[in-house]
Nanobody, 115 residues
């Protein structure tokens, strides 16, 4: 049973940084793509950043230059480094992994950016 467990969310002020982690139970190599999504209250879930198995990253325009997606294969963990956080980044952040015909989701971690 594949599990993805996020951690690292919290309440921060505008301009602060956070690093989210997504621990994968199993071999992270088995995922051909992984990503971070977020869902703000009353809004649809959106893709924030994704990373292919070959290390190609892409980002939604609103986070380019501020967020960085990465993974540590030895630790079976994916990260999202978030800098210069803005109130509009407030959302529940989910990690996602695709393997074969299946897609897996974590339970989400809350990020709140407020002064």
């Amino acid at each position: 049973q594949v599990q993805l467990v996020e951690s690292g969310g919290g309440l921060v002020q505008p301009g602060d940084s956070l690093r989210l982690s997504c621990a994968v139970s199993g071999n992270i190599f088995s995922f051909y793509a992984m990503g971070w999504y977020r869902q703000a209250p009353g809004k649809q879930r959106e893709l924030v950043a994704d990373l292919t198995s070959t290390g190609i990253a892409s980002y939604v325009d609103s986070v380019k230059g501020r967020f960085t997606i990465s993974k540590d294969n030895a630790k079976n963990t994916m990260y999202l480094q978030m800098n210069s956080l803005k109130p509009e980044d407030t959302a529940v952040y989910y990690c996602n992994g695709s393997r074969g015909a299946s897609t897996f989701w974590g339970q989400g971690t809350q990020v709140t950016v407020s002064s």
